[in-house]
Nanobody, 119 residues
Framework: QVQLVESGGGLVQAGGSLRLSCAAS????????MGWYRQAPGKQRELVAT???????NYADSVKGRFTILRDNAKNTVYLQMNGLKPEDTAVYYC?????????????WGRGTQVTVSS
């Protein structure tokens, strides 16, 4: 059982900042990747920022230079610091963790947190 709980979403004006948090719990012994995805109305869910095996990071082009993914291993928590928010960032943001097992891997998702950026 793996549980992911997101927090930190809200309503902000363009140019503002938010920090999202995702706390992980359960039978996690190793992680292939962990990070954030988002889904805007009428669009597919897309990668925002992730940590991959070895600690490398991957960012969507649209958020590079504005968003930063951070982690606190002791707290089993990953963060997304979002600065310079734009209306186009409005979406439900989901925490994701990819966990390996003997025959492949499994994805686990949080319930999502709404981020709304007004112009």
């Amino acid at each position: 059982q793996v549980q992911l709980v997101e927090s930190g979403g809200g309503l902000v004006q363009a140019g503002g900042s938010l920090r999202l948090s995702c706390a992980a719990s359960g039978s996690i012994f190793r992680v292939n990747a962990m990070g954030w995805y988002r889904q805007a109305p009428g669009k597919q869910r897309e990668l925002v920022a992730t940590f991959s095996t070895g600690g490398s990071t991957n960012y969507a082009d649209s958020v590079k230079g504005r968003f930063t993914i951070l982690r606190d291993n002791a707290k089993n928590t990953v963060y997304l610091q979002m600065n310079g928010l734009k209306p186009e960032d409005t979406a439900v943001y989901y925490c994701n963790v990819n966990v390996p097992h003997s025959t492949g891997s499994d994805n686990y998702w949080g319930r999502g947190t709404q981020v709304t950026v007004s112009s």
